[in-house]
């Protein structure tokens, strides 16, 4: 997934491909680490896990596919809230940076679902509409974390089916699974190519004051109520 973005950035203008590969300094650099670091390890076990759920279901363990579906439910819908929360801290604070990077927007050859090729298409329109870097940064914010929030609804309402045995065509929702699991590892790596150049632009007495916005997310990671009483009636029922 990397080497496609860095393809694109490339063929980019240079400073967008700049904000990605040169090195961040001391302070930002282990920020970006931290943020990243822990995004990484919550996707890699939700991967794990959906991986295990295919396999399991190739074998005809349903029971336990289902079980390890909802475990890839859970973790997604956890990362999915923590890569959103943390785009709405840097917008929050972008408003306060003179120099926003530029961005690029979204690719639709990034994306297998109907989903992220359709936001690829709308933020692409509005990139050559909104001519102004700012106004560029603030709407591909805004179309990723949208974007992400519909696929892991999408994920959650297909898994739903799938742990509670009412799919119609149980072949299509398990496809379905593993195609939406990749079009959110795309979002996960725009937002990390986001957040690096937002960092790279955040003038150095902004730093602590965004690392205490980033400090108060853990609330963030919490599945809602809802989500998390019908992913114990789908262990039950399994």
Request: charged share 25%; net charge neutral; aromatic share 8%.
């Amino acid at each position: 997934m990397f080497s496609r973005l860095q393809r694109s950035l490339s063929s980019a203008r240079r400073t967008v491909c700049e904000d990605w590969i040169a090195a961040l300094p001391g302070e930002k650099l282990r920020l970006f680490q931290d943020v990243v670091r822990e995004w990484e390890f919550t996707h890699a076990m939700m991967s794990v896990a959906l991986d295990e759920a295919l396999t399991l279901r190739t074998r005809g363990e349903l029971i336990c596919a289902r079980q390890q579906v909802s475990v890839a439910t859970d973790l997604l819908a956890r990362l999915a809230a923590t890569l959103v929360a943390t785009s709405d801290v840097v917008s929050n604070r972008g408003r306060y940076v003179p120099h926003l990077p530029q961005v690029e927007p979204l690719k639709t050859e990034f994306f297998r679902g109907e989903t992220g090729q359709n936001a690829a298409h709308w933020n692409l329109f509005l990139h050559h509409v909104l001519f102004a870097d700012r106004s560029r940064f603030f709407q591909k914010l805004r179309i990723l974390s949208d974007t992400i929030e519909r696929i892991v609804h999408e994920f959650d309402d297909t898994a739903e089916d799938i742990m509670h045995g009412v799919s119609i065509q149980p072949v299509n929702g398990w496809d379905k699974l593993e195609c939406l699991q990749f079009d959110f590892n795309t979002c996960l790596c725009e937002s990390e190519v986001v957040l690096k150049s937002f960092l790279r632009a955040l003038p150095a007495d902004q730093l602590p004051a965004l690392m205490i916005e980033l400090d108060k997310l853990p609330a963030a990671k919490r599945v809602d109520q809802r989500r998390r009483a019908r992913l114990r009636l789908s262990r039950a029922s399994a």
